[in-house]
């Protein structure tokens, strides 16, 4: 089975800096799909951005980019620019292309902190 | 278009009490799937439906039902609450069974057990 592990509860970061948040993951299959979700104090969880193994390339979606690597089973989400709308819990995902229903593997989660 | 919505928002259940929770989508989606989170963990798949009619256990089903008796609804059961089950339910549904496709969360229920 996989497992997905964020090793940071907590992050903080200064309004308009750069910040990276950690995920590792463990799996035995050479494709597969990594998600980042955010889940701000509405609850509601949005995606921020994915990931197909088999792409070498790193994802970007605007202010939000991956570091993707496949050998160390490392993908980490990096904020550029941060604001103040991007304080809320981010959850790290695994996707197999095995797996019944295409069911999700969550990490458990680091809470973004972001001050003025 | 709401997307995926969730009934009840919050609900307090005494032990032994019985309650459903009520996941809706208008996407027309095949997908549907129920999770809960508890603090400090990510989501947990309880169970999950790929099709109108059809359920299939998820990673911690014990305690929960399911329905999905038509595809834009999908129930979650309780039929004997424990303090156990007190943590936050979201449903999530997808379009097809494609590994890329991008699963859509509801807000959420916050279900706390007496």
């Known amino acids: 089975a996989q497992t997905v592990t964020q090793s940071q509860p907590e992050m903080s970061v200064q309004e308009a800096e750069t910040v990276t948040l950690s995920c590792t993951y463990d799996?035995?299959?050479?494709?597969?799909?990594l998600f980042w979700y955010k889940q701000p104090p509405s609850r509601q969880m949005i995606l921020v951005i994915r990931?197909?193994?088999?792409?070498?390339q790193n994802a970007t979606e605007n202010r939000f980019s991956v570091n993707f690597q496949k050998a160390a089973k490392s993908f980490s989400l990096k904020i550029s620019d941060s604001q103040l709308g991007d304080a809320a819990m981010y959850f790290c995902?695994?996707?197999?292309?095995?797996?019944?229903?295409?069911?999700?593997?969550f990490g458990g989660g680091t809470r973004l902190m972001v001050k003025p | 278009n709401a997307g995926v919505t969730q009934t009840p928002k919050f609900r307090v259940l005494k032990t032994g009490q019985s309650m459903t929770l009520l996941c809706a989508q208008d996407?027309?989606?095949?997908?549907m799937y129920w999770y809960r989170q508890d603090p400090g963990m990510g989501l947990r798949l309880i169970h999950y439906?790929?099709?109108?009619?059809?359920?299939a256990k998820g990673e911690v089903p014990d305690g929960y039902n399911v329905s999905r008796l038509k595809k834009q609804n999908f129930l979650l059961g309780l039929e004997s609450a424990a303090p156990s089950q007190t943590s936050v339910y979201f449903c999530?549904?997808?379009?097809?069974?494609?590994?890329?496709?991008?699963?859509?969360f509801g807000p959420g229920t916050r279900l706390t057990v007496l």
């Open positions: 999530a549904s997808g379009r097809t069974g494609v590994s890329t496709d991008t699963q859509y």
């Open positions: 799996t035995s299959e050479s494709d597969y799909y």
């Open positions: 990931q197909e193994a088999y792409k070498q």
């Open positions: 995902a695994y996707r197999s292309p095995l797996g019944a229903g295409n069911m999700l593997t």
């Open positions: 996407m027309n989606h095949e997908y």
């Open positions: 439906s790929v099709g109108e009619g059809t359920t």
